[in-house]
């Protein structure tokens, strides 16, 4: 387990990962004033509330619906340039957090797994770091990521 942690963090630092030749793009969203529930930016992104051009997300979320439903349950990326819904498959356990795991809605639907690692808790918000891997047809991209989601 501490050598998956150390691996994980490895990647963390050493920032965005090359894709496979061939392999699904991982874009960012640019959505500056972004209302969303969860939000993750690239791990070597700084983000500065009053700057416009660092609002950009790998990943984000709404907020939970009247059901009270996870709000990573059904997240938003960009993928080779489309803004994807996608709907979580399933979990799995992780030392220090979880992996989720999802498919987009297409018809040759992406596979995504979000290794999520748990960071300091606050009052308003809890901080998530980890790696988010796109694959489809035997190729994948990765990329290093951290952000928050609110309690």
Known sequence: MTRMLIAIFSM????????????????????????????????????????????????????????????????????????????????????????RSYQSHDADPYLVEVSLLDGEQGNESSAFSGLITVSRHGVSSEVAFKGDCGV
């Open 12 to 99: 963390l630092m050493a920032g965005p990962v090359a894709a496979q030749e061939g392999a699904p793009r991982i874009d960012d969203i640019v959505w500056f004033n972004i209302d969303s529930y969860c939000s993750f930016t690239r791990a070597e992104q700084s983000f500065d509330y009053n700057d416009p051009e660092s609002w950009r997300w790998v990943l984000f979320t709404n907020y939970p619906d009247a059901d009270g439903a996870d709000p990573l349950e059904t997240p938003f990326m960009r993928i080779d340039g489309q803004l994807t819904q996608l709907a979580q498959t399933g979990t799995r356990p992780l030392d220090g957090g979880v992996v």
